[in-house]
């Protein structure tokens, strides 16, 4: 089974960048959707971003034109620009496909 891992996260001030990476141990070529997710302190998890095999894309509201998501199917890895990040933004951040497991996360801390 594939397995998904991702990186990149750490402490930025508000109005920086981050940029994520979520690399697989197989090919992600046919899996068509692949999404990033955040789950907040102290809250549920929730869908961030979604990319499709064609490279068609959707944001959540509270992202959207902030965060590009982005995908190398010749790497097999997926990527989370994040640019004029918000305290907000604070969360562990994963990315996920349907049928592979959760990954270990990143965590992404937004402070002065």
């Known amino acids: 089974q594939v397995h998904l891992v991702e990186s990149g996260g750490g402490l930025v001030q508000p109005g920086g960048s981050l940029r994520l990476s979520c690399a697989a141990s197989?090919?992600?070529?046919?899996?068509?959707?692949m999404g990033w997710y955040r789950q907040p302190p102290g809250n549920e998890r929730e869908w961030v971003a979604l990319?499709?095999?064609?490279?068609?894309?959707n944001y959540a509201d509270s992202v959207k034109g902030r965060f590009t998501i982005s995908r190398d199917n010749a790497k097999n890895t997926v990527y989370l620009q994040m640019n004029n990040l918000k305290p907000e933004d604070t969360a562990i951040y994963y990315c996920?496909?349907?049928?592979?497991?959760w990954g270990q996360g990143t965590q992404v801390t937004v402070s002065s």
């Open positions: 197989g090919s992600i070529f046919s899996i068509n959707a």
């Open positions: 990319i499709r095999s064609g490279g068609s894309t």
């Open positions: 996920k496909a349907p049928g592979l497991s």
